[in-house]
């Protein structure tokens, strides 16, 4: 097989994977030019299986941590050139030199959701004091996936980066407020303790124990709402960054902030109950928002 071959059929295994696991995402790839598509495809696989190595609960807290480290390793040396059998690393290589990524971004990324063991490695639940440190999170599990996106996007203006980080911060946001229950039964609250406390909730009213049929979901409808206004504002810089980066792909960007935002309007719609069911936009819904899209690629 040519290396031509096996790096096609790396991309393809990490458009599986996509395909897969990150149904917003895919449907915003779309609308991409194949070789931009193919190389988010490579980053989108690349962060799974470091996010499935975090949550794996099969493995002790360090074993995952060892495994992260290690996941890391072989990328840098994937990158420098070295043969690898990993397809995700091969086309994830592939793709960082052709957009020219700095390679310390990934390892941010890797960076935080080892973030995300830290205090479980302490023996304490994962929560944050204030919203800068939830900020400083975001920025390594969210914001970074933005600056390395508008590389494969192609931009000139360098207002684009911080944009980019505050589009970042607002998907982030997005996923904390609909994945309330899912993070805390897996020992983590992203809801900032001091919002917490404004609202006269605490994160130890979401101890796994604690969230079966009893639970009161419309105790939390006031903080989630506050969190969901402040996304509000996070999403106007993805207003600001969609003219910014090329023309080929501003209607994948459109797309993407699109669906997240009809995600939030639908949370909201529900009365920020996301306890009893994962909030999710329909395939129909996905689809007339895709088809919006490719209008604008058209245009």
């Not at 994830?92 to 020219?100: E, G, K, P, W």
């Amino acid at each position: 097989m040519s290396v031509q071959s096996q790096l096609d059929h790396a991309y393809a295994i990490c458009r599986g994977v996509t395909r897969s696991s990150a149904k917003n995402f895919f449907y915003a790839f779309l609308v991409m030019p194949k070789e931009k598509r193919n190389a988010l495809c490579a980053v989108y696989a690349f962060m799974r299986h470091a996010d499935d190595l975090s949550d794996d609960a099969t493995m002790p807290i360090e074993q995952r941590w060892q495994k992260l480290e290690a996941w890391s390793q072989q990328f840098h040396h994937a990158m420098q050139g070295h043969p690898t059998d990993d397809p995700v690393l091969f086309a994830l290589a592939d793709a960082q030199q052709r957009f020219h990524i700095p390679g310390e971004r990934f390892d941010q990324l890797v960076q935080g959701t080892m973030m995300d063991l830290q205090q479980s490695v302490a023996g304490a639940p994962l929560t944050f004091a204030t919203f800068d440190d939830l900020a400083r999170y975001c920025y390594h599990v969210a914001s970074v996936v933005g600056l390395i996106s508008i590389r494969i996007f192609g931009y000139r203006d360098p207002a684009a980066e911080p944009l980019a980080e505050r589009t970042g911060i607002a998907f982030q946001l997005t996923n904390i407020i609909r994945d309330v229950r899912e993070d805390a039964l897996l020992g983590r609250v992203y809801l900032p303790e001091e919002d917490l406390a404004r609202f006269g909730r605490s994160a130890a009213e979401l101890d796994p124990a604690l969230l079966g049929n009893g639970f009161q979901a419309v105790a939390w409808a006031d903080i989630l709402r506050f969190e969901a206004d402040r996304a509000r504002e996070f999403y106007r810089a993805a207003d600001e960054l969609i003219p910014l980066i090329d023309e080929d792909c501003q209607p994948a960007l459109w797309t993407l902030v699109t669906i997240y935002r009809r995600l939030l309007d639908k949370i909201a719609l529900k009365q920020y109950d996301v306890f009893r069911e994962r909030v999710r936009l329909t395939v129909p819904e996905k689809l007339k928002v895709l088809g919006k899209g490719f209008a604008r690629r058209l245009a």
